[in-house]
Structures are given as structure tokens and as C-alpha cells.
């Protein structure tokens, strides 16, 4: 259709006025005012021309003076030139060595993170204790030395040579001694570089000095045999072992190595040979070695030289003079009945004795050469290095310092002014000693005594070497520049002996270039470099000879039986006259390490104590003295008095008490200062060693000091959480100990299983674990590894009193008790372990133990997931149950609803709150995080997440190399630092699998699968090799 | 049902004292310290927010304590309000009348006392949101409806935007009637809140209708909200929380607390604002019945637990009840017990169901005895649960309390305002009680005889039937 229609726009176009038609010849109706605003009259406008200007310019100098505040520079690249061996976010490892133990250094970024075994390492095989664990956090303890010190002020360590070298150019002049002061040194370089500086300065001595010595065997072999060595022990090669209060698997010499060799013994591998070694413990303190021993006998410290004798009578048939029963009947009988077994056992035996006492190890001596047990289960011939302290020589030391023939005491690694027995003794004889140099890291008890500190590098700064067994040569590298302006000792010592070798690393070099790389059939840079990615050398072993003890015993027996007598004269809890054992415990040894808050956390294996020592006093004696539950007592021997709380400890022998090392430092930086008290002053010097056993009084002082404990109920009430046999049993019959007579649990699903035996498939992975009861001693250094690992806060005393404690994995500890007078047993554990029925006990110290690791189980039918309302914790289909941090709100439904009670919970945010300044509360330490894991905020829950960094690190690793990932090739922390290996982690799919195998054994059960949770942790039954005939 | 010689007017007058008077000094001593309370809650609840829940006594073991059972005891005294407003109203029970105001309003006010329990007991309660089913940037992240923490989540917000909304329909024509009395701001104001009621007959006829369709809604929820609650516990793996019975239980305990709480707050309210033409004898003894019964049936239940823990056969389960009425918490059991189930057998006697001073002291006993027996089913379950080695005992700390009396210092100062400003007897449903248009003057027509003897008769049939008139004016006519 033709369109014609017209548009217009108002009335004016339509009509066409003639204003309209005027108007429309522009292109704007009505002008612009450009000229009047051009013009001067645009001032008089509304937003005049010099107004906006004035706005403009101010706007620009608003913004601009805005953006002169400083905004903090974050500095993302952390390297300026980046080393080439350096990639960010992928771990370096370096070998190194910790106390003798070869070691791997994780270093991420350039900060070491993780300490971890080296697999190959002679001792501990990859196993590691919690000390090694715990030591990488020292590196970044913000209580360190940052500078060298020079008359109590911070100085350079130019002015500190300066100074050092003119005084002992006036002390060696003056012919006055210099002393070495050092703790055992078995680097073969450090020892190299301490004869040179003796060299130089011939008026200088080395005096070794352990706080917690081994003199009493040292001197002993020396006597019995012409060997001041200490002996390389193989308890792998006895079947039946006696040790008389050594802790060899915890604090005795080499508790890492012994703990392999041990467990090797005890394992599965070695019960399904129906093979088993047995151990008996006499002790008269319950030690974590007491805890797994077979049987275990409370004797008193005044019984243990008399029981050796009679031990000795029994087994040679002969009888020293003096001799006579032991006053507790039952330690009596077992004497005998283990000296049978013992012989029966000839060559494959072997005695051990905690004690330090010469004559007393002169006697464990004539024992074993009576079993046979040198060239064997003894090896003098590549003695152990560990420990060569002489306690005479530091006794002697003080008393030539106390007469001013000392004119320089030079302090390495050895802190007198707290663990020698008499403090003001070292005090007055160092007021009369012209220059002490402290190469501490710490202003530690003698530091502070020191007029020169030259503080020491932390050992992963350092340059060295170490030989913990003859022929057994380990490495240490640095791992990072230091990080303060310290200097390792022995350069310190190079320096002032003017030595040739202007550094250590050199004098290290050529040490090895002209001695100790040729061991290891290697040479030159290459064979060094060699050594620096394997970490150590190793000699091929001297063939152990056999030594024939052949000493007339009669005058040590009698210096044995007349100290025993003195010791256990007059003492009756009646007259509040007791006998006192000094002892280490597992975490703080003998206290050097105290400022380290992952070691002040690490609960005691036995007490389950954290943070503090204490007074352990058998249950019965407590009762009898009327205390309380940590009750403080004053305890006073030697002339030293301490007040601390008293500890029921089940197994403590009665009228006996112990006391552990260790604590009560007061110069040990924040986190150590003032945790517990000093027993090293009940230590006395008695016949050239220290004796670490006294007649203590005690008086009770009406206060109580509550202890932090992390289990504070003993006994598993009967309960299938923990099973037991006996080996006898478990040579019949495998499954013995399991309960399961009416067959396996049975699995219930609400659904129909679709794929094969299960709801959720688990296409590739099934990720389980297998733990051993029987190989775990409990001695806690996966709890440690597992917080290096997993960044797990440190919470201190007070909450672990609360009992807040936030380690992911757990070592439960039960005592059980033999049936006596009207206490019932259970009917299955035969054992008496009910809280009602233990109240009715009367005797605590025949008490069996049982070691637990708990961690998340990661149950398939996981009931902490159902119960979370936002999902904050799901299960993953690798079979493991996860928690995402982020979506958590903190209900805790999940952690009451978990039947293992091992979930954890941030009840305040320990990074970031004043309030725990013991562990993360500032950046310096937080380098220490592993930056694979997140730190969690307050009010979120966290628990063991079965290390799932390191399992997608290894998937991924394997899927990069185009391969799958093999069984081992992951490892968990706990399990990595195990030594005892009670630990096995792998994919349940893969029917090779380590730990597949594990999990057929028929020692296998399942913690609460009557609960149909369906745990992903199997545990293997605990067996003790009880012995036919029942010796406590 | 109500005093002697009411007529509407005097209802309203004698209703409305306190709303359009300044208070009395009771008023304001009963404030001051309930303000402190909530002072104290504030302070507590502040270093709570700030510092973590490690303020509280919890543990590694013991998750939950005062805190849920706070929760849950708020959570059951608001039943009473619920069921006294709906259940009562469904089944015709018109003594309701004078007391469903307050209990609806203390309904109102414990279920906001039970959800600051909620949040406060998160640790990260800034994230509270997260429980609820809100779309977000992560896509099909949902909340986990086999929780029963988010069916709680959903059964207290239904709970209460419900007995919100029902005490806010019944008050209208309360509010409409201090309007129409007042004057200047406050007219405005309760002009604003009376939603413009005309009080003609068809707003008349449409607030009876809502009534009853929300008294028909929330009907199911006194059943249903405690239901869920006691899911808390009763879907969980824990011994003594495992246990089917916990639904009826609960709902019988929520009951049995809701009435005592009712008394409380109700013989003293009655007293302070001289309320006793509106709450009578009658009244008292009735709820005075109900907590006898309910009483009983959570005494029933008790025994029944016990029971069933040892006809399990279940170690575990066996164990906890024989730890709550043994282990370390034996006090707090035989607390509950003695609060909960021998005390309230009291009321078997009417001369003590009469009593006024004896009923509000064992108001007070069975509030505190229910809130042991929250304590005891949380704290002595989770405390010593399956593997002893986690075994632990709890011990509050003072923040804990301080929550705790703060919360009852909350509770009672929005109570304290709400009598102030609304009137705390339902004005509206009281005048329904005086079923004619006034008994008096029905009493005076007959008096007079203007009435047939028949009707006569009738009309006090009625009254015995249905109403607490003195029957001894009418013997003589």
C-alpha cells in the first residue's frame, strides 16, 4: 500500500510558524552558550570555568597524595637469582646427619621443613626418634643467639677473635689449662679440629662430658676386657633379652637402632615364623622399654645390684660371697627362673643394665661373657661412638677450675651450669676462670656464665661429619645459609688456633679427601660429591670377637652388695624415707632440647604427661601416704630439695620413687624456662661415675599442681578396642586373641552393592593401613612427625590440661592388671582392667601395657560425615575421609560422633593469638610450616588426613613419569619416621601390597567393627611371649 | 475460670494496668537484674566471639555441653507456649485463654534464647549462613539434609516464624484495643501494629479463621520440633544417644519443662501485675496436672532406657547408663531424677497442686532438673564414650555459665518489655470466656425473674459444665 505518511514533531511543524521555520535552519533549536562560557561571563555561571579547574585540581592532588601512602610491598619471588636445582613448590632433599643417624633434610624454597630418615641409614633404617623430628624447629626458635656476645653484650666476631685469641695467648703463656668442655663429639672431623687446637695450645685438655654418661660400661669394658668402648649391642641376634632399668628401645644409647633390632624379633614377619624373642625388664620406674617387655619385675634400685649377683650365682653356679634373697619374693623367683632360661638360651642371650655404676657393669659383664654373648649380641669391636663421656674428667675439671688452674673453659654443646649435679659448683669454679667461651646457640645456663659467647650454627646450617659406630661415617650439609650471624664451632675453633684451614668446610674436605672417603671406596670431587646424595660411608664391619670375662668377681660383689645396702638402708614409706631413681624420660632426654614446643607436647609414652616432670610413686604408696592426685611433695636427697606433684604410676616399684631429667631449666629460652624441675642435682659422684640412684625423704606440703596429661583414663575396661594373646596361644592357634570365635564381623549396607562389595567404588586407589601392636613400643615419634608434617598446632600446658591437645595421631596407653586377691578379671582378657574392679586392687606393680596408635580410621561408613550439615567432611573415592576447612562451621557434631575420639578442634586460633606464644606466633618460626598444607583457623576441625599431600604428590610424580604409582612409593609421616615399621600404608586394590599382606594376617581386627563403620585401620594383635611358667 | 464478678469493661481496664500505667517497683527490680543478666550474656557471649570457643569448658572429647544443652532446654520450654496456643485451641480447651498470651510470648522469647545457642556454639559463626540452602559461586554445593543438625536448622526457623506469627494474628485485636485507648505517639504506634483492625465482624471472622488454620499448622510442630531435636542425638553412633525412644521422650520432656516454665513466669506475673481474676486455681491445677503427667512419662522413659541399654545386650550402651547413674556424674543423674521424676509425684496431692508458693518451687525444680537431664544425656554420654583412652571429664568455665544465666537474663528481659507494652493476657480470648454477654447480668435477670425457670435450669448446667462460676450465687435462685 502506498504510505505517505507524514511525522512531525510538534505543532510548530505542523503549521509551520515562522519562529519554527527560523529555527530549523540550525542544528540546535537554541544556541549554545559556547561564547558566554569562552567569555568572561562564564564565571558568573553555575559551575564557572575556574570552578571546575579548582575541582580538577583538586582531584589530582587528592588522588595523587592517596596514593603516596605506602602499600606494603609483598614479596612474591623469593629468589633474586634463582638456584638451579631450585623449582617452587617441589621439595630438595639433602642427606645429613642427626646425632649420628643419617637423615634427609626437606627443604622447600630453600628452608629446611622436615627432617626424615635416610632409608639406608645403619641405625634406624629411615626410622627416626622425636627428638631428630622435632630438631628442625630449633632452627627457627626466634630464642637463638643472633650475634656473638663479648662480656654479656652483643658484639662482632671480629672484635670476639681478637679478644679470644689475646687471652689464650696470655693463658697458654701463663702455662694455666685450657679446657674443652664439650659434650661426647663423634664427628671425626670435630675431634680432628679439637687435637689440632690442642696441638697449638698444648696446655689445652678435652674434657668429654655427657650430662646423662655411659662411663660406669665404659670404664667397665675397660676393666673387664681392656676396651674403654661402648659396645655396639645387636639385640636383633637374642632371643631372650634381660635388661636390669635400661630403656634401651627409648633413651638408652641408641633407642632408634635398638628399636629395629628389637622389633625385627617381634614383628609379623617374624610370628608367622612362630619366632619370637622375649624380653623380661627387672626396674624399679615404669620406662617405656618396661612397658613392652614380656614380663616386667618392680625391683628397687637397692635390689638391682643383689639380683645381678644372684643372677650371676644362678647362671655360673658359683656363689659370691655376700650374697642373699632379695626381700620381694617374687623378683626372687624370677632371678631363677630367668638365669634358666637364659642359659638355655647360650649365645643368643643377652643382659643389659641401665645402671652407671662401674662395678655393677663389671658384673653385667662376667654375665654375658657367661652366655656367650660377646662376638655375638655384644660387639666390642665396632663399639658405638655415641657416648664417651667421662664423669670424672668433668669432676676434675671443676675442681682444678675451683683451685685456678684453669685459665679458659671453652663450652660445646655442653651445659654444666644446669645438668652437672652440684650447679653452685660449677658457679664458683667458673668465677675463677679468666676467659669461658659458651659456643651455645641459646643464652643457656652457662652462656650466661660465659664472658665470650660465640653462638654455634644450628646443625642444618652446618658443615661436618659423624661416626656413631666404628666404620660408619655419615655426612652433614647445610641446608640453608645461616640465618643468624653465628659460626660453627669448630671454624670458631680453626680461628683461634690459627689453623691453616680457614674454614671449616675445607677442613672438613680434606679430612675426608685424605681418610674417610677412601672407606667408602671413593675419591676426589666426584666421590665427595658421591657422598653428599648417598650421606654416608660405611666400612665393612670387624668380625666381633668373642671375650672371655675371666676377673675375680669377689671384691665387686662386695662394692655392689654394700652400695646396694647403703642405698636401701632405713627405707620404709613409713618413715618417709624412699629410694629415688634419677631417669630420662623419652621426649626431653636429658633437657637440651627443652625449648622445643613439638617435644614439651609430645606426651611421656608411660604418664602420658606433657610439659612437666614429676614424682611417679606406685598407687599403693600414694594410697598409703594419704595424697591426692598430684599432690606436690617435697623430695629431698643429696642435699637437694625439689617440690613437684606426685604421679600414681602403676609398675613403679613400692617404697621407690623416680624423678626425670630434663625439666626445670631456667635459661632455656621462652618455651622451656620453668617447665618442672632440675633432677640432675640428686645425681652424686660415687666410685668415678655418677650414681643416679639416692635415698631421697619426702614430705608432703598440703598443695597440688595439676599435671597436663593426654589420656587420663589407664584401662580398657575389657573392652575388643584392644586385643591380646600370648605367644604360646598364637602358635596354636593364629587367630588366637581376636574374639571372633563366631566368625568375621559382617558388613551392613542400607543399599544395594553394585560394585562388587561395595557402595562407592574405588576405581584405583583404596588407601588403608596396617599397624602392628605388637612392633609399636609407643615411643611417640610419629606424633612429632605428624605435626612437622601436618603444621598440627602446639597448645601448651593449659589446654592440654583442658584437654585440648591437637595431635592428629595418638599413642593410647592401657595398663591392665593381674588378678590379686578380690579384684576380678575379665573373663576375656583374663586380666583385670575394669575401673571398679581396679579400685579394689591392692598391688600395682604386676601391670601389663599395651601401646595404641589411634589416628582417623577413615571409615567407609564414616559417621562424622553424616552428621557434619554442610559438608565439611566427605569421603573421597580413594577411601579416605577428607575435611574441606573452608566449608567448615564448627558444629563438633562431627568429632562427638566419631567413635575413635580423634577429631580435633581449633578452639582458638594458636597462629595468630598472644596467648600461645609458644609455638607459631611469629614469622620467623613459620617458616617452618610445610607449605603443603593449610593452617586452620579457629572454630575449624581438622584430623589425620592421611597425608593426602604427599599421596597426590607421589600420584602426580608417577603420572608425570607415565607409570603407576608403586606400592611404598608413598609414605605417611608416622609411618616414615617408625622405626619399630609398626605402621604400613598403601592401596588395598593392589594385592601385592605391603600393605594388603599385612591386612590378611589373621592377627587382623578392626577397633569397634561391630560398629559397622567399616574402618579403614586394621590392627594386628598384640602377643606376649609370656613364658610357661609365670614369673611375677 | 476467671474471678468473681467480671464484665468486659473491667477485663480490659484491669488487663491493660500495666500497658498504659508506669511500671510498679517489682517491674523494675525484676528489670534491672534481667537486664544485668543479658549484660552478662552480652560480656560472655562478646569473649566467646572474640577470642574462640576455647572460652568454654569444652574438650577433645566432650564437644557439646552447656551449650546444646542450653539449646535444647530453651528449645522445650518453648513448647508449652505452642502447645498451649494450638494443641489446646484445636481440642476446644478454652481455660487456654488467659494464659496462651504469655506462654506464646515465652515461646517466642526461648526460641530466640535456643538459636543464639545455635550460633554461639559454632566456631565460626560468621559462617552460619553456610547452613543454610542459599545457591552460591560453587555451584552444586549443598547442606547435608542427612544431618539432623540442618533439619534442626530448618525445624527452629519453621518453629519459630510460626509461633511468631500466630502470637502476632492473636494480639491484634489486643493492640486495636490500646489504640482505640490512646493517645498522641503511642496511638500511632498501635495504629501502626494493629495492622488497621476495624473489629467489624468480618475481620472478626477472618482472625478466627487464621486462628485456627496456624493453630492447625503449628499443631504438628510440638510434635515435630522436639522430634527433631532429640534427632541431635538420637541419629548419632553414641552410646546413650543411639536410642529410638528419644522423639516421644523429648517431646513429653519439652511438655513437662514448657509448663513448669509457664508457672514460673506465670504465678509471679499473676502476683506483680495483679492478674488473679485471669489466671485462677483452676489454671494452676491444670498445668500442676499436666506436669505430673508429663513428669511421669519422662520418668517412664528414664526407666525405660535403662532397660533397653541392658536388653541390647550392647556393652557400650550398657556401660553409658551405668556411668550416668554411677561414673563420675552421678550427681547430675540422680539430680534429674529426683527433679524430673519424684518431685512432680508430689502432685498427686491436690492440697499441694493447690498451693501456690509450693507449685512455683517445683516449677523451679523440674526447670532445673530438665536441664540436668539435657546435661546428662549430653555431657555423660560424650564423656566417657568407646575408647577410654579419650575419656574426659568437663568442667565449665565461667564464660559457660555466663551464657547460660545470660541467656535466662535475655529471656526475661524481653519478657519483662512484652508485659509492658502488650498486654500479657489475651484480652479478646478472656472476654470469650464470659460466654454470655455478662454473667451478672444474667444473674440479676434471674435474680429478678425475668427468665423461664427452664432456661434457668439450663443456663446453670451450662455453667457447671463449662465454666468456673461460683455455683453458690445460683443455689439460692
Known amino acids: 500500500m502506498d504510505s505517505n505518511k507524514k511525522y512531525w514533531k510538534g505543532l510548530e511543524e505542523l503549521n509551520r510558524t515562522p519562529e519554527f521555520v527560523e529555527k530549523n535552519k540550525h542544528e540546535f533549536a537554541e544556541p549554545i552558550p559556547i561564547e558566554e562560557v569562552l567569555s568572561g561571563g562564564g564565571l558568573s555561571a553555575k559551575t564557572p570555568r575556574r570552578d571546575f579547574l579548582k575541582a580538577l585540581g583538586f582531584g589530582m592532588g587528592a588522588v595523587t597524595l592517596a596514593a603516596c601512602q605506602k602499600v606494603p610491598v609483598h614479596k612474591s619471588i623469593p629468589y633474586l637469582i634463582k638456584p638451579e636445582e631450585v623449582t617452587p613448590g617441589v621439595a630438595n632433599y639433602y642427606t645429613s646427619t642427626f646425632e649420628g643417624n643419617a637423615i634427609l633434610v626437606k627443604t622447600r624454597e630453600g628452608r629446611p621443613i622436615k627432617v626424615e630418615g635416610n632409608p639406608n641409614d645403619l641405625l634406624g633404617k629411615g626410622g627416626l626418634s622425636a627428638q631428630a623430628q622435632a630438631s628442625v624447629l630449633d632452627l627457627y626458635d626466634t630464642n637463638r643467639i643472633q650475634d656473638p656476645m663479648l662480656n654479656g653484650s652483643t658484639s662482632g666476631w671480629a672484635q670476639v677473635d681478637a679478644f679470644v685469641k689475646s687471652e689464650l695467648a696470655a693463658i697458654a703463656a701463663a702455662g694455666k689449662t685450657i679446657s674443652i668442655v664439650s659434650a661426647t663429639k663423634s664427628s671425626p672431623s670435630t675431634q680432628a679440629v679439637i687435637a689440632e687446637f690442642i696441638t697449638k695450645y698444648p696446655t689445652a685438655k678435652h674434657v668429654v662430658y655427657d650430662a646423662v654418661s655411659y662411663t660406669g660400661i665404659i670404664k667397665a669394658n675397660q676393666n673387664s676386657f681392656g676396651k674403654a668402648v661402648l659396645p655396639h649391642y645387636n639385640f636383633d641376634k637374642a632371643d631372650v633379652i634381660v635388661s636390669f632399668g635400661a630403656d634401651f628401645l627409648g633413651t638408652w644409647i641408641s633407642g632408634e637402632e635398638f628399636t629395629r633390632q628389637y622389633v625385627s624379633n617381634r614383628n609379623a614377619k617374624s610370628l608367622e615364623e612362630k619366632k619370637m624373642s622375649r624380653h623380661i625388664q627387672f626396674e624399679s620406674g615404669m620406662s617405656m622399654t618396661g612397658t613392652n617387655a614380656d614380663v616386667r619385675v618392680a625391683i628397687k634400685p637397692s635390689e638391682e645390684g643383689p639380683a645381678l649377683v644372684n643372677l650371676y650365682n644362678a647362671i655360673s653356679g658359683t656363689t659370691l660371697p655376700g650374697s642373699k634373697k632379695l626381700t620381694t619374693a617374687n623378683a626372687d623367683k624370677a632371678i631363677a627362673l630367668v638365669a634358666k632360661e637364659l642359659a638355655a638360651a647360650k649365645g643368643r642371650a643377652l643382659v643389659v643394665c641401665g645402671s652407671n655404676d662401674v662395678a655393677t657393669q663389671v658384673l653385667v659383664n662376667a654375665i654375658n661373657s657367661l652366655l656367650g654373648s660377646y662376638g655375638t649380641t655384644i660387639d666390642l669391636d665396632n663399639p658405638s661412638r655415641q657416648y664417651a663421656g667421662n664423669d670424672s674428667a668433668i669432676v676434675e675439671f671443676i675442681a682444678a677450675a675451683k683451685r685456678g688452674d684453669v685459665g679458659a673453659a671453652i663450652f660445646l654443646d655442653a651445659n654444666p651450669a644446669y645438668d652437672y649435679h652440684s650447679t653452685a659448683a660449677v658457679k664458683d669454679a667458673l668465677k675463677k676462670v679468666r676467659l669461658k667461651v659458651s659456643f651455645s646457640d641459646h643464652a643457656d645456663e652457662t652462656a650466661t656464665l660465659c664472658n665470650v659467647v660465640a653462638p654455634n650454627h644450628h646443625y642444618l646450617e652446618s658443615w661436618g661429619d659423624d661416626s656413631a659406630i666404628e666404620g660408619y661415617y655419615t655426612v652433614v650439609q647445610p641446608a640453608i645459609n645461616p640465618v643468624y650471624n653465628t659460626r660453627q664451632a669448630e671454624t670458631s675453633l680453626l680461628v683461634w688456633s690459627d689453623n691453616a684451614a680457614k674454614d671449616y668446610y675445607t677442613f672438613v674436605r680434606n679430612n675426608w679427601n685424605t681418610t674417610l672417603l677412601a672407606i667408602g671406596g671413593l675419591s676426589g670431587q666426584p666421590g665427595w660429591e658421591t657422598l653428599l646424595q648417598t650421606g654416608f660411608v660405611k666400612a665393612a664391619p670387624k668380625a666381633a670377637g668373642t671375650y672371655n670375662f675371666n676377673l675375680d668377681l669377689n671384691a665387686v660383689a662386695q662394692t655392689i652388695l654394700s652400695q646396694s645396702a647403703k642405698l636401701g638402708e632405713g627405707v620404709s614409706l613409713a618413715g618417709k624415707k624412699v629410694e629415688l631413681q634419677v631417669y630420662q624420660n623419652n621426649a626431653m632426654r636429658d633437657g637440651k632440647r627443652s625449648n622445643n614446643p613439638w617435644l614439651q607436647e609430645l606426651p611421656d609414652p608411660v604418664s602420658k604427661v606433657t610439659w612437666d616432670n614429676f614424682v611417679a610413686m606406685a598407687p599403693s604408696d600414694v594410697k598409703k601416704l594419704g595424697l591426692d592426685e598430684f599432690a606436690v611433695v617435697k623430695v629431698t636427697a643429696n642435699g637437694y630439695t625439689v617440690e613437684l606433684p606426685v604421679l600414681s604410676q602403676p609398675g613403679q616399684a613400692p617404697d621407690t620413687i623416680s624423678i626425670a631429667v630434663g625439666y626445670g631449666r631456667t635459661a632455656a629460652g621462652k618455651v622451656g624456662d620453668n617447665v618442672g624441675k632440675n633432677a640432675f642435682p640428686f645425681y652424686s659422684f660415687l666410685n668415678g661415675t655418677f650414681q643416679t640412684t639416692a635415698q631421697a625423704t619426702i614430705e608432703t606440703t598440703g598443695d597440688t599442681f595439676p599435671l597436663s596429661q593426654t589420656q587420663t583414663h589407664h584401662s580398657y575396661e575389657g573392652r575388643t578396642v584392644i586385643r591380646e594373646t600370648t605367644f604360646a596361644e598364637y602358635k596354636k592357634n593364629p587367630e588366637a586373641g581376636k574374639g571372633e570365635e563366631e566368625g568375621e564381623h559382617k558388613k551392613y549396607d542400607l543399599w544395594e552393592n553394585t560394585n562388587n562389595d561395595r557402595i562407592h567404588a574405588r576405581p584405583v586407589y583404596d588407601w588403608v593401613m596396617a599397624i602392628d601392636l605388637n612392633a609399636c613400643t609407643g615411643c611417640g615419634a610419629c606424633v612429632v612427625a605428624c605435626s612437622a608434617e601436618n603444621n598440627v598446632p602446639v597448645v601448651g600446658k593449659e589446654e592440654v590440661g583442658r584437654r585440648r591437645e591437637m595431635h592428629w595421631i595418638r599413642i593410647d596407653r592401657y595398663y591392665s592388671f593381674a588378678e590379686n586377691g578380690t579384684a576380678k578379671a575379665d573373663e576375656r582378657t583374663g586380666m583385670v582392667t575394669k575401673e571398679k574392679e581396679i579400685a579394689k586392687l591392692e598391688d600395682f606393680s604386676n601391670v601389663t601395657v599395651v601401646h595404641q596408635p589411634m589416628l582417623c580410621q577413615h571409615c567407609d561408613h564414616a559417621p562424622c560425615e553424616t552428621v557434619c550439615p554442610v559438608l565439611a567432611t566427605v569421603h573421597s573415592s580413594e577411601g579416605l575421609n577428607q575435611m574441606a576447612y573452608n566449608r567448615c562451621v564448627g558444629t563438633r557434631y562431627c568429632a562427638n560422633n566419631c567413635p575413635y575420639k580423634v577429631r580435633r578442634f581449633n578452639w582458638f586460633n594458636y597462629w595468630n593469638d598472644s596467648r600461645f606464644d609458644n609455638y607459631l606466633n611469629n614469622e620467623h618460626t613459620q617458616l617452618v610450616l610445610n607449605p603443603d598444607v593449610t593452617t586452620r583457623f579457629r572454630g575449624v576441625m581438622e584430623k589425620c588426613s592421611m597425608c593426602v599431600q604427599r599421596i597426590q604428590a607421589g600420584k602426580l610424580k608417577a603420572k608425570m613419569e607415565k607409570r603407576p604409582l608403586q606400592d611404598g612409593e608413598v609414605k605417611m609421616a608416622c609411618q616414615q619416621t617408625c622405626s619399630a615399621n609398626a605402621i604400613i600404608f598403601g592401596n588395598r586394590n593392589d594385592k601385592n601390597s605391603e600393605v594388603y599382606k599385612a591386612l590378611q594376617s589373621e592377627r587382623t581386627y578392626y577397633v569397634l567393627e561391630e560398629l559397622n563403620v567399616q574402618p579403614g585401620i586394621g590392627y594386628q594383635v598384640k602377643v606376649r611371649n609370656t613364658g610357661t611358667e609365670s614369673l611375677a | ?477
Not at chain 2, 500495666?18 to 537486664?35: D, L, R
Not at chain 2, 501494629?193 to 499443631?219: D, N
Not at chain 2, 509457664?262 to 491444670?286: A, C, P
Not at chain 2, 503427667?293 to 532397660?307: C, H, K, M, P, R
Request: hydrophobic share 50%; with cysteine.
Open chain 2, 1 to 477: 475460670m476467671t474471678g468473681k464478678d467480671m464484665t468486659y469493661a473491667r477485663i480490659t481496664n484491669e488487663i491493660l494496668l500495666p500497658v498504659e500505667n508506669k511500671p510498679n517497683k517489682a517491674w523494675w527490680i525484676g528489670f534491672i537484674v534481667s537486664a544485668l543478666g543479658a549484660m552478662l550474656w552480652v560480656v560472655s557471649i562478646s569473649l566467646t566471639f572474640w577470642y574462640g570457643l576455647g572460652e568454654w569448658g569444652l574438650n577433645k572429647t566432650v564437644g557439646w555441653a552447656w551449650d546444646i544443652t542450653g539449646f535444647v532446654w530453651w528449645v522445650g520450654i518453648g513448647h508449652a507456649g505452642t502447645l498451649i496456643s494450638a494443641v489446646l485451641l484445636v481440642f476446644s480447651q478454652n481455660w487456654r485463654n488467659s494464659i496462651n498470651r504469655s506462654a506464646e510470648a515465652m515461646t517466642i522469647f526461648a526460641v530466640i534464647c535456643a538459636a543464639t545457642y545455635i550460633v554461639a556454639h559454632m566456631g565460626r559463626p560468621w559462617l552460619a549462613y553456610f547452613t543454610l540452602p542459599l545457591p552460591n559461586q560453587y555451584g552444586s554445593l549443598w547442606v547435608n539434609w542427612n544431618s539432623a543438625l540442618m533439619m534442626d536448622v530448618f525445624a527452629i526457623s519453621t518453629y519459630f516464624s510460626v509461633s511468631l506469627l500466630f502470637w502476632y494474628t492473636g494480639l491484634l485485636p489486643d493492640i486495636a484495643s490500646i489504640r482505640d485507648r490512646a493517645k498522641g505517639l503511642r496511638r500511632r504506634i498501635y495504629s501502626i501494629l494493629s495492622f488497621g483492625w476495624t473489629g467489624s465482624l468480618k475481620t472478626w471472622q477472618r482472625f478466627e479463621t487464621v486462628s485456627l488454620i496456624l493453630a492447625g499448622i503449628s499443631t504438628p510442630l510440638v510434635l515435630s520440633v522436639h522430634t527433631i531435636v532429640s534427632f541431635d542425638f538420637a541419629t548419632s553412633l553414641e552410646p546413650g544417644w543411639h536410642t529410638t525412644i528419644f522423639p516421644p521422650y523429648f517431646v513429653a520432656g519439652a511438655i513437662f519443662s514448657g509448663f513448669a516454665m509457664v508457672q514460673t513466669l506465670l504465678l509471679v506475673t499473676r502476683k506483680v501485675l495483679g492478674l488473679e481474676n485471669y489466671i485462677t486455681m483452676f489454671h494452676i491445677e491444670s498445668m500442676n496436672k499436666i506436669i505430673l503427667l508429663t513428669g511421669s512419662i519422662v520418668g517412664v522413659a528414664y526407666i525405660t532406657e535403662f532397660f533397653i541399654a541392658w536388653y541390647s545386650g550392647v556393652e557400650y550402651e550398657q556401660y553409658a547408663f551405668i556411668n550416668r547413674a554411677t561414673g563420675p556424674y552421678w550427681w547430675a543423674y540422680w539430680s534429674m531424677m529426683s527433679c524430673n521424676v519424684i518431685s512432680p509425684q508430689l502432685f498427686w496431692s491436690s492440697k499441694l497442686r493447690r498451693n501456690i508458693p509450693f507449685s512455683w518451687a517445683l516449677s523451679i525444680v523440674v526447670n532445673i532438673g530438665m536441664w540436668f537431664e539435657r546435661f546428662v544425656i549430653i555431657v555423660t554420654s560424650l564423656h566417657r564414650d568407646y575408647i577410654p583412652s579419650s575419656w574426659a571429664m568437663f568442667y565449665p568455665t565461667w564464660v559457660d555459665v555466663g551464657v547460660f544465666i545470660g541467656s535466662i537474663g535475655v529471656f526475661f528481659t524481653l519478657f519483662l518489655l512484652f508485659i509492658r507494652v502488650l498486654p500479657s493476657v489475651a484480652i479478646a480470648e478472656v472476654k470469650l470466656l464470659l460466654k454470655t454477654a455478662s454473667e451478672q447480668a444474667k444473674l440479676k435477670q434471674i435474680k429478678e425473674g425475668h427468665l423461664e425457670p427452664a432456661e434457668v435450669q439450663y443456663y446453670k448446667e451450662s455453667l457447671t459444665k463449662y465454666d468456673s462460676v461460683d455455683m453458690a450465687d445460683y443455689e439460692k435462685v
